[in-house]
């Protein structure tokens, strides 16, 4: 309590000062703390990052703090945000939504407070826009929320919306939710991999190639670098581009064929092989690629349609029909199934 009166007694004289790029607050006030009797109300946050607060009786000074140092605002919320909490926990989510809708927006600048109750109503709002599939709002939420440490970091929040739009089949904005978060921490870049390589398995391209962009400006392990390259290539192979995978292979080593990376390099030289029309080839490095995976390998199945392909490019169509044959018996609903004739 000490420190804030000293802090408003030091910056009194601020109220002579320009806001420039001040970021306004409607009506928000906070205590100082969760015991804290002084109210002040919030004007925004200046150019410089500073939290601007104002006595609420008196207009005798201001004070200007940075983000990190407002540790323990409690901002005091009306009665319709326990209302909204109410309605939310008796399973009324879209009526809670539509209450803290004109709520909790105006909080999202200090959600990256230490220790303030900002950090947990907008997350709590975030979870009900998910819930309730209110993909805008919690677009438009996402792109705002600060990517911190602790308990304000959101992106774990911002990746479950992103996988949340894939599964709706809206992938085009897991590209626009994703492009501000930072990947600060080996976590967030594992989070970063799964939902690349969920995004690949559901062959969209475009959007988990630039998922695994961003993972290559922050990756710099050898063996992570590397298998980026490949998967940036592969990528590249099925958006309709030939030229990333032949230029990788023929100045990458080939990695053991008993590791991710070994068996992707061997499905990208197989098809490179069968592209340039040799098939022998191309079966010499698709089957050493098929030899070297585990059994429930998710890249099983399109090795071993690509198998079929070589088999049928080098005149043994009997061959290439006894496996297409099998692999329709036994992933019916595989997208390499798909381009197979009957």
């Given at each position: 309590?000490?420190?804030?009166?000293?802090?408003?007694?030091?910056?009194?004289?601020?109220?002579?000062?320009?806001?420039?790029?001040?970021?306004?607050?409607?009506?928000?006030?906070?205590?100082?703390?969760?015991?804290?009797?002084?109210?002040?109300?919030?004007?925004?946050?200046?150019?410089?990052?500073?939290?601007?607060?104002?006595?609420?009786?008196?207009?005798?000074?201001?004070?200007?703090?940075?983000?990190?140092?407002?540790?323990?605002?409690?901002?005091?919320?009306?009665?319709?945000?326990?209302?909204?909490?109410?309605?939310?926990?008796?399973?009324?989510?879209?009526?809670?939504?539509?209450?803290?809708?004109?709520?909790?927006?105006?909080?999202?600048?200090?959600?990256?407070?230490?220790?303030?109750n900002a950090t947990g109503i907008v997350r709590f709002y975030f979870t009900l826009l998910l819930r309730e599939r209110a993909w805008?709002?919690?677009?438009?939420?996402?792109?705002?929320?600060?990517?911190?440490?602790?308990?304000?970091?959101?992106?774990?929040?911002?990746?479950?919306?992103?996988?949340?739009?894939?599964?709706?089949g809206r992938v085009e904005e897991v590209v626009t939710v994703m492009e501000q978060v930072r990947l600060d921490s080996p976590q967030?870049?594992?989070l970063i991999w799964e939902l690349a390589d969920e995004v690949r398995r559901g062959g969209h391209w475009r959007e988990s190639q630039?998922?695994?962009?961003?993972?290559?400006?922050?990756?710099?392990?050898?063996?992570?670098?590397?298998?980026?390259?490949?998967?940036?290539?592969?990528?590249?192979?099925?958006?309709?581009?030939?030229?990333?995978?032949?230029?990788?292979?023929?100045?990458?080593?080939?990695?053991?064929?008993?590791?991710?990376?070994?068996?992707?390099?061997?499905?990208?030289?197989?098809?490179?092989?069968?592209?340039?029309?040799?098939?022998?080839?191309?079966?010499?490095?698709?089957?050493?690629?098929?030899?070297?995976?585990?059994?429930?390998?998710?890249?099983?199945?399109?090795?071993?349609?690509?198998?079929?392909?070589?088999?049928?490019?080098?005149?043994?169509?009997?061959?290439?029909?006894?496996?297409?044959?099998?692999?329709?018996?036994?992933?019916?609903?595989?997208?390499?199934?798909?381009?197979?004739?009957?």
């Amino acid at each position: 309590m000490k420190r804030w009166v000293e802090i408003l007694m030091l910056v009194g004289v601020a109220l002579a000062l320009p806001l420039a790029g001040q970021v306004q607050s409607s009506e928000l006030r906070v205590r100082m703390g969760e015991q804290g009797s002084v109210v002040m109300k919030v004007r925004g946050i200046d150019a410089a990052g500073r939290i601007v607060l104002q006595p609420e009786l008196g207009e005798s000074g201001e004070a200007l703090i940075p983000l990190p140092e407002a540790r323990g605002l409690q901002f005091l919320l009306p009665d319709n945000y326990r209302k909204a909490q109410q309605l939310a926990f008796a399973g009324r989510t879209g009526e809670a939504v539509f209450l803290m809708r004109r709520i909790v927006p105006a909080l999202v600048p200090y959600a990256a407070v230490p220790e303030s109750n900002a950090t947990g109503i907008v997350r709590f709002y975030f979870t009900l826009l998910l819930r309730e599939r209110a993909w805008l709002d919690a677009i438009a939420l996402a792109v705002q929320l600060p990517m911190g440490i602790g308990e304000a970091d959101f992106v774990p929040d911002v990746v479950e919306l992103a996988k949340a739009l894939r599964a709706a089949g809206r992938v085009e904005e897991v590209v626009t939710v994703m492009e501000q978060v930072r990947l600060d921490s080996p976590q967030h870049r594992k989070l970063i991999w799964e939902l690349a390589d969920e995004v690949r398995r559901g062959g969209h391209w475009r959007e988990s190639q630039v998922l695994y962009e961003k993972l290559s400006g922050a990756e710099e392990n050898g063996e992570v670098a590397e298998r980026l390259k490949l998967l940036l290539a592969y990528t590249d192979w099925h958006l309709g581009s030939d030229l990333s995978a032949p230029g990788l292979l023929s100045v990458m080593a080939p990695p053991p064929v008993d590791t991710d990376r070994g068996v992707l390099y061997r499905l990208l030289e197989g098809k490179v092989a069968l592209a340039a029309g040799e098939a022998a080839s191309a079966l010499d490095q698709l089957a050493e690629a098929l030899l070297g995976i585990e059994v429930a390998s998710e890249w099983r199945v399109e090795i071993t349609a690509a198998i079929a392909d070589a088999y049928r490019a080098h005149g043994r169509d009997d061959l290439a029909a006894v496996i297409e044959s099998d692999l329709r018996r036994f992933h019916p609903s595989s997208r390499w199934i798909t381009a197979i004739s009957d």
